[in-house]
């Protein structure tokens, strides 16, 4: 009888003295060194990297500290790495003249990484509205096509089963999915106009409005701000909205109606009870309390005009 010892596969001395802890590390993410020059922006990455104040503090913080959170990027089919997270420490350590930075490269299919690349972004502290927009319908339409997609085991996505895809787009935000559809919004208007409400020349809640005229309306409306020297109130742009649903929008129109003098907006303060009742007795009564305030207030005007006489 032939011997079947050849056919016996022995184990590795590494697989032998391995433990499953290290077996388990093997399959972990590693953080690698990768050079900057192989690293690609996201495509239609909607969030700008700036070489504002804010980005040399970051420049002198790599020189100091280095890249203390590694930027997450996955493999470009073309070559190299595209990034998903980390475009602002990428273009800080191109500042900061080093030649690699800490990456984590993950494989990601194209909805995935658009989750990813929105989502760690969206924590940042300073967000244009045109960013906030733009990443706001890139994650709805990366959701829309995953939301019904089943997995493996032919299950929808438990996650996303009934909820508004809004819903779940303004999850781990300070916005309301009402507002997220506002934000979206945003992205009908044209750059020139875009680019007044990130300057905050104009208004989130009039920028909304002008949002619904057309591309064509759009860029007479710039012409007219231009002539009057005017940017359209709330009021003023829901007006030009309604002229532009009626089709009766015309570039005499929006002069005739940025022209108007704009009602000045009265400033209202409100004291809430708890905060007059760290000042007043017990048993004062709201009553007693406003009262008792505009007595003081008297005062202080009674006071302010005899010095100014003085």
Known sequence: MKSSAKNVKLASVDDLFSTEESRQDSDREKVREIPLSQLHPFKGHPFKVRDDAA????VDSVRQYGILVPAIARPDPNGGYELVAGHRRHRACQLAELETMPVIV?????DAAVLVMVDSNLQREHILPSERAFAYKMKLEAIE?????????????????GKR?????AEGTNDSYKQVQRYIRLTELIPPLLDLVDEKKIAFNPAYELAFLTKEEQALLLDAMDSEQATPSLSQAQRLKKFSQEGRLSIDVMRAILGEEKKTEQAKITLTSDTLKRYFP???TPQRMQDTIIQLLEQWQRRRQREQER
Not at 106 to 110: A, G, H, N, V
Not at 145 to 161: E, L
Not at 165 to 169: G, H, M, Q, R
């Open 55 to 58: 980005m040399m503090d970051t």
């Open 106 to 110: 993950r494989e990601l299919d194209d």
């Open 145 to 161: 096509r995953v939301k019904g997609r089943p997995k493996n085991v032919g299950q929808v996505v438990p996650h996303f089963y």
């Open 165 to 169: 895809t809004t819903e779940i787009v």
């Open 282 to 284: 017990k048993d004062y």
